[in-house]
């Protein structure tokens, strides 16, 4: 271990220059403020995911053959197999992933959605996931990008394509609404309204850096 006299901390590697001011390190061997060791904590973060992955498949091999032996309904392990494939993706994308947060919520709730309407139809389909499910996934994920909007104000506008990105799933809802796909149009007429209501905010109460960020986008 070596130690940055500027810095006051200990890094763990072999490196010559501290990370942070790149002044030369000396040799130590007590240890007051250690630099973390980054490649430690990711290193255990993928051996956490490999085991929580190879614990998740023998589960589900114990349920998939306990539902062949016995009354239980293949409903069990099917939708158990997606509860675990959920709680994967948690783990390599959320948490060791190295996309945006706004990527991470956006990702995990179109997979949470796309689990429940898989569910719906292993139960033999009554239609709950995409007449309220679905919807309600839309409004979430717009109370989220009015919430990060409020919170990075200095850079609000990056949000707009997220917001377009709703309206556009919005629509693909009412389009199955027409074919008889969804047949509650009120949680849809909700997330459709409220996914364009905040983008037309957007636009129209952002005024010249909206229009600026969409033709930076749109290239027009």
């Given at each position: 271990?070596?130690?940055?006299?500027q810095c006051?901390?200990?890094?763990?590697?072999e490196?010559q220059?501290?990370?942070?001011?790149?002044?030369?390190?000396?040799?130590?061997?007590?240890?007051?403020?250690?630099y973390?060791?980054i490649?430690?904590r990711t290193?255990?973060?993928?051996?956490?995911?490999?085991?929580?992955?190879?614990?998740?498949?023998?589960a589900?091999?114990?349920?998939?053959?306990?539902?062949?032996?016995?009354?239980?309904?293949?409903?069990?392990?099917?939708?158990?197999?997606m509860?675990?494939?959920?709680?994967?993706?948690?783990?390599?994308?959320?948490?060791?992933?190295?996309?945006?947060?706004?990527?991470?919520?956006v990702v995990?709730?179109?997979?949470?959605l796309?689990l429940?309407?898989?569910?719906?139809?292993?139960?033999?389909?009554?239609?709950?996931?995409?007449?309220?499910?679905?919807?309600?996934?839309?409004?979430?994920i717009?109370?989220?990008?009015l919430l990060f909007?409020?919170?990075?104000?200095?850079?609000?506008?990056?949000?707009?394509?997220?917001?377009?990105?709703m309206?556009?799933c919005s629509?693909v809802?009412?389009i199955?609404?027409?074919?008889?796909i969804?047949?509650?149009?009120?949680?849809l007429?909700?997330?459709?309204?409220?996914?364009?209501?905040?983008?037309?905010?957007?636009?129209?109460?952002?005024?010249?850096?909206?229009?600026?960020e969409?033709?930076?986008?749109?290239?027009?």
């Open positions: 271990m070596s130690r940055c006299i006051n901390i200990e890094v763990l590697d490196a220059h501290c990370p942070l001011c790149q002044c030369a390190l000396e040799h130590t061997i007590e240890v007051e403020n250690m973390p060791d490649r430690m290193r255990k973060l993928v051996l956490a995911s490999r085991i929580y992955l190879f614990l998740a498949i023998v589900e091999i114990v349920l998939v053959n306990i539902s062949l032996f016995s009354d239980w309904s293949s409903i069990v392990y099917l939708i158990s197999g509860a675990f494939f959920f709680g994967y993706m948690v783990i390599r994308y959320a948490i060791l992933g190295k996309s945006g947060y706004i990527a991470k919520t995990l709730t179109i997979l949470a796309a429940f309407v898989a569910a719906d139809f292993a139960v033999g389909y009554n239609g709950w996931s995409v007449n309220y499910v679905v919807p309600s996934g839309i409004l979430f717009d109370a989220g990008i909007m409020i919170i990075n104000r200095k850079n609000w506008q990056s949000y707009m394509m997220l917001e377009i990105f309206v556009l629509g809802m009412l199955l609404y027409l074919f008889g969804v047949t509650n149009p009120v949680m007429s909700v997330a459709f309204h409220v996914s364009l209501i905040l983008f037309l905010g957007t636009v129209i109460i952002g005024g010249r850096r909206a229009r600026v969409l033709k930076r986008r749109f290239h027009i």
